[in-house]
């Protein structure tokens, strides 16, 4: 009896000492805030995001679980950053191309959004003013809905804007973020334009879209169309820069020719987009 009762003593000690141990080298579990890395193409280069997510958890969060008027890391964990590839105006104020921190100083009726030089901050009392790059002051925006996880992201991406979202329960913090590449792009299609290869289509719809000489665009558009004659989304362009440019018996041919290219391409969704502009020409 003695025997088994050591016996048994010794087994549970060897368990004991075996949990102890797996304690000791860790256990992979799931992140209550898991990370995220987002990264959206924007002007002529990228903006990457890393940040962590925390729940609501049925907790009150403005003004309670993120307080106002406190320097907020503006996620979870460690610093939040955003990575610009190139020259932007952040909210108005010019931002050098570079790897930022990303605070905010939540509020009920305004919020101030920061970037920082430093990329370590995860509490007020790391912040330092004299590092700021941008402060941003923005109203909240308030939602008809209850973001169950914190999330920053983008919406309204175009050429040369986008918006910056950080949402959580029901408020939404928009920042507008602006690139000036109409320069950059301008002197690349004059430059283009002295080779033997003219990129003519996208020179002429990056002329119709950004409101410039609509001249040009006309005549690289039909340059592009006698390059390439079956190109119907060649066409329907076309006919969408000759109906700006009050050309409307040569937008309505073009975007006739279009339709009849695209048909016989099984392009149901050119052949809509033309008869929908068709519709506008008198």
Known sequence: ????????????????????????????MPAPSPKQTVKQDFALSSIELNYSRPQKNGRVIMGDLVPYDKVWRTGANGATTITFGEDISFGG???????YGLLTIP?????????????????P?????????AR???????????QESFFIGFDNVKSNSVELDI????????????????????????????????????????????????NKAVEWINEAANQ??????????????????????????????????????KNDDYVTLNKKLLATLK
Request: hydrophobic fraction near 45%; avoid cysteine.
């Open 1 to 28: 009896m003695r025997t088994f009762k050591t016996f048994a003593a010794v087994a549970g000690a060897m368990l004991l000492l075996h949990a102890g141990s797996a304690l000791a080298q860790g256990i992979k």
């Open 93 to 99: 104020t010019p931002v050098k191309a570079g790897t």
């Open 107 to 123: 509020g009920a009726k305004q919020w101030t959004v920061i970037l920082t030089k430093s990329l370590d901050v995860t509490s």
């Open 125 to 133: 009392a790391a912040y330092k003013p004299e590092n700021d790059v």
């Open 136 to 146: 941003v002051q923005v109203k909240p925006v308030a939602l008809p809905f209850s």
């Open 167 to 214: 949402i959580w329960d029901k408020t939404k913090v928009p920042v507008n973020i602006t690139a000036d590449i109409d320069a950059t792009i301008t002197s690349q299609i004059e430059s283009a334009m002295q080779s033997d290869k003219k990129p003519y289509f996208q020179a002429a719809v990056y002329y119709f879209e950004n409101n410039k000489d609509l």
């Open 228 to 265: 390439t004659p079956d190109a119907f989304w060649v066409w329907y362009q076309k006919a969408r820069i000759n109906a700006k440019a009050k050309n409307t018996s040569v937008a309505k041919e073009a975007a006739q020719k279009s339709i009849e290219l695209a048909t016989a391409a």
